[in-house]
């Protein structure tokens, strides 16, 4: 019997004996696990690459190949994305909430696999990046294709995407509660019971799947050691206020490289630019190689000379000042050499640097304000270095519960609740003051194409405005005389709008209301003395189809009072969108979001 017969007799099966709801349940679970493995193939992979080659060859032959490892990983991996998958695979998470915003969760099957073949490449070769934006990727292209072969509709797709980023995230950082958060926060799914109990599915599923394989090795093996004191309250605001300025440091810098990079228009001219910028930073500075977790191991039980041990001016690490000059260093660098990587082709994410970056920050400030010896009492190195991850992820992503949630399941620091959240909400509200973005969501931020909690202005984000455009209108000529008008427009037009286009341009002069016409039209006298350009009026409004976002149009309208508005193409007139019709949408589109899934 054909796969596609039993395929179908399954469907027909499924919806006989299995309700909507619990068939989303099953499929949650499904998900999280296939995140799960994805995530444990990502990460395999990758460290035995990185212990391949750093362990091996950099060790026991010469320090140069440093600088040609992340070259030649990064020409491994344009190769395969030009031959072997034949499409460019984007950032992680970005991409991710693309799909969610303006695709309806539809992600294309090779980003099922793509980031499997790229990102383990990128960052095993000494790429500055990390594995955790591939990872949510290759699971949330895993939930949208299997919710679209069961025939789901966007809502259970959207869904099922935050479920897979939950237990993608669940599974590489052994903490399920941060997993879930992270999907609400960062894909802005909606927490309801309908939504909740999936997610919380996906993230066990996918958790469990991550003891089976790698059993209790977690990424961050601390556990809390000093306790917080009160008094400690205005360092971890301070604290606040850095991480908030870090952030904004990172952002700015990662938007302007990536920037430069999109000028260069050839992806060979990115990869030699890039490829050659990452490997002299990562030859300099050996510790910016790959992800960086050892660094952050190290910072936290107050080893940083084992993690500079490698630095090229030969400095000596027991004078404190250098090491925290080398540490700051290394801090300043990370996210360049981050976003060298991505602008040359690399694929990953930038949940490592940071986290890399966040615990360099905390352990510096902590170090500083102990060797000044200014207080009568030193504060806690550790508890800052892991405070100092939270501030910075809240200030990057945007995440502020999310950075909470992390360190706390990751340290067993659940006694750190309180410097977490003070940390944490200052850096968030002070980077958003500044940075109404997020690294992830700037680029479809600026756009407008940008899903938020915002009801109204998800609704908006989702409509198709190509779907609203009324294209049956008669156009005039501004020669035209009133009897042409009449015979050629009026007489035959249903609408009682006409817009007056210039014949060889096809460019918008103005709008010719029938009302305009009507005291006139009976009046033969008139027919060859009055033309379009004496009774046309400028619009109201006019809407630009190539820049304008669905909650611009709906401003105009609001704006203008206007029921009609014309909408202009590259300068040339293209249609009306009318109130009555851009109401109707929204509606059905608020329908559909809110349908029961």
Same mark, same amino acid.
């Given at each position: ?9 399954f ?17 949650s679970?499904?998900?999280?696990f *296939? #995140?799960?493995?994805? =995530?444990?193939?990502?990460?395999? @992979?990758?460290?035995? /690459?990185? !212990?391949? &080659?750093?362990?091996? +060859?950099i ?5 140069a190949?440093y ?12 190769l ?14 970005p991409?991710?909430?693309l799909?969610i915003?303006?695709r ?6 090779f ?13 095993g ?6 594995l955790?934006g ?5 699971g949330?292209?895993?939930?949208s294709n ?6 789901m509709?966007?809502t ?5 995407i935050g ?14 509660? *941060? #997993?879930?958060?992270? =999907?609400?926060?960062?894909?802005s @799914?909606?927490?309801? /019971?309908? !939504?909740? &109990?999936?997610?919380? +599915? ?24 000093d306790?917080?004191?009160?008094s400690?309250?205005?360092f ?8 908030a300025f870090?952030?904004i440091?990172f952002?700015?810098?990662y938007?302007?490289i990536q ?6 228009e050839?992806?060979?001219k ?6 050659v ?5 990562v ?14 191991n ?16 030969s400095?000596d ?7 925290i ?15 060298l ?5 690399g ?27 200014l ?7 550790s ?19 999310t950075a909470?949630f ?18 944490a909400t ?9 940075r109404p ?7 479809l ?12 202005h998800a ?10 455009i009324?294209?049956n ?13 009449i ?30 016409l ?18 046309m009026?400028?619009p ?10 669905m909650?611009d149009i709906m401003q105009k309208?609001?704006?203008s009072?206007?029921?009609n ?17 851009l109401l ?6 608020l329908?559909?979001?809110?349908v029961?899934?």
């Amino acid at each position: 019997m054909p796969k596609r017969t039993l395929f179908k007799r399954f469907l027909i099966w499924r919806a006989k004996h299995i309700s909507h709801k619990q068939f989303v349940y099953i499929l949650s679970v499904i998900i999280g696990f *296939a #995140a799960g493995v994805g =995530a444990v193939v990502l990460k395999n @992979l990758t460290h035995f /690459i990185q !212990s391949l &080659l750093e362990g091996k +060859l950099i060790e026991h032959y010469h320090h140069a190949f440093y600088f040609l490892f992340p070259i030649l990983g990064l020409t491994m991996v344009y190769l395969i994305m030009k031959y072997v998958i034949r499409h460019k695979v984007s950032h992680g998470i970005p991409s991710t909430l693309l799909a969610i915003s303006k695709r309806k969760g539809i992600m294309k099957r090779f980003q099922m696999f793509g980031s499997i073949l790229t990102a383990p490449i990128t960052v095993g070769f000494g790429g500055s990046v990390g594995l955790e934006g591939p990872t949510v990727a290759t699971g949330a292209a895993l939930g949208s294709n299997i919710s679209r072969m069961f025939h789901m509709n966007q809502t259970t797709r959207t869904l099922l995407i935050g479920c897979a980023a939950a237990g993608a995230m669940s599974s590489i950082f052994k903490a399920p509660i *941060a #997993a879930i958060i992270f =999907a609400i926060e960062v894909f802005s @799914l909606d927490l309801t /019971i309908a !939504s909740m &109990l999936p997610l919380l +599915l996906a993230s066990l599923s996918a958790i469990l799947t991550s003891y089976f394989f790698f059993g209790n090795d977690v990424i961050l093996p601390f556990r809390i050691e000093d306790k917080f004191y009160i008094s400690d309250a205005p360092f971890y605001m301070l604290l606040g206020v850095i991480a908030a300025f870090v952030s904004i440091y990172f952002t700015e810098v990662y938007d302007r490289i990536q920037k430069l990079f999109d000028k260069l228009e050839s992806p060979i001219k990115k990869l030699i630019v890039g490829g050659v910028g990452i490997g002299i930073l990562v030859f300099l500075i050996p510790p910016l190689y790959g992800e960086g977790f050892d660094v952050i191991n190290n910072l936290i039980v107050g080893n940083p000379e084992k993690a500079l041990e490698t630095n090229l001016f030969s400095l000596d690490l027991n004078n404190i000042w250098y090491v925290i000059l080398l540490l700051i260093g290394l801090l300043l660098f990370k996210i360049v050499a981050s976003a060298l990587t991505f602008g040359a082709g690399g694929v990953g994410g930038i949940f490592a640097p940071v986290l890399f970056m966040g615990s360099i920050m905390g352990f510096c400030m902590s170090k500083i304000v102990n060797h000044c010896g200014l207080f009568s009492r030193s504060i806690s190195e550790s508890n800052f270095t892991l405070v100092g991850m939270a501030g910075l992820l809240a200030g990057v992503l945007h995440a502020p519960l999310t950075a909470i949630f992390l360190i706390a399941e990751l340290t067993g620091g659940y006694e750190l609740f309180i410097p977490l959240m003070l940390t944490a909400t200052i850096s968030f509200g002070i980077t958003k003051y500044f940075r109404p973005h997020s690294v992830y969501t700037m680029e479809l931020g600026r756009k407008g194409e940008l899903i938020t909690h915002d009801k109204d202005h998800a609704v908006l984000t989702l409509m198709n405005i190509n779907k609203v455009i009324e294209t049956n209108f008669i156009s005039i000529n501004p020669e035209m005389n009133l009897e042409e008008m009449i015979n050629k427009a009026v007489i035959k037009s249903k609408r009682n709008i006409f817009p007056v286009v210039n014949k060889e341009t096809k460019k918008l002069k103005g709008i010719i209301l029938l009302d305009d016409l009507r005291p006139i039209m009976f009046d033969r006298t008139l027919y060859k003395e009055v033309h379009a350009t004496h009774v046309m009026q400028k619009p109201p409004a006019v809407i630009f189809l190539d820049q304008d976002k669905m909650t611009d149009i709906m401003q105009k309208f609001q704006d203008s009072s206007a029921w009609n508005l014309p909408v202009t193409k590259n300068g040339v007139y293209y249609g009306f969108i009318s109130k009555s019709k851009l109401l109707t949408a929204y509606r059905r589109q608020l329908i559909s979001l809110q349908v029961d899934s």
